[in-house]
């Protein structure tokens, strides 16, 4: 009678472990959402084999946003640091991805500390602004833009128009 039991109560919870399992892969989108690591250096591959491409901190600097690839797949993390590991390494977890499309070669990713922008003329230290290079001009003309939101802990698409991202390249001076 028990294993009748166990038996029953098994097969009953299979469909609500499926729907469960599906409901939080939807929940983390494409697996990397929630995903937690230990801070790499440029160039390094994470242990599920995300190579980072840098990044830069936040105007809060407990979030920064990453530049990742995996195999051909380009994306931007936005991370929040949960804590230090016992040499003082930032541990991260991934709040939200965006997928970049295949960048040309005169296209960049232009981002908070690192590269900082400008929307109506006031620096933004959270926009991240896709931006193809002007080289005649020696300035940019803006693609798309994101900001990221610390408190909603998300991307969100911003329109590009007010943003301005000068090139600080080689001036001839070195």
Not at 14 to 26: D, S
Not at 141 to 164: H, L, P
Request: overall charge positive; glycine content about 10%; hydrophobic content about 35%.
């Amino acid at each position: 009678m028990k294993f009748r039991l166990i038996a029953l109560l098994v097969v009953l919870s299979i469909p609500a472990l499926a729907v469960a399992q599906k409901h939080a892969a939807k929940k983390k989108g494409n697996g990397y959402i929630g995903y937690q690591y230990t801070g790499v250096t440029y160039n390094q591959k994470l242990p599920n084999g995300v190579r980072d491409l840098g990044g830069s901190l936040l105007e809060n600097e407990n979030y920064g946003v990453s530049r990742m690839k995996k195999g051909k797949t380009e994306m931007l993390w936005l991370t929040r640091i949960t804590g230090r590991n016992w040499s003082g390494l930032p541990n991260w977890q991934v709040k939200d991805v965006i997928y970049l499309p295949q960048l040309k070669e005169n296209q960049e990713i232009l981002q908070g500390m690192t590269f900082p922008c400008t929307i109506n003329k006031k620096e933004d230290l959270n926009l991240i602004v896709l931006a193809e290079l002007l080289p005649e001009k020696n300035s940019y003309s803006i693609q798309k833009a994101w900001r990221a939101d610390t408190r909603t802990k998300k991307f969100e698409a911003v329109s590009t128009r007010g943003i301005s991202c000068e090139n600080e390249g080689d001036d001839g001076d070195g």
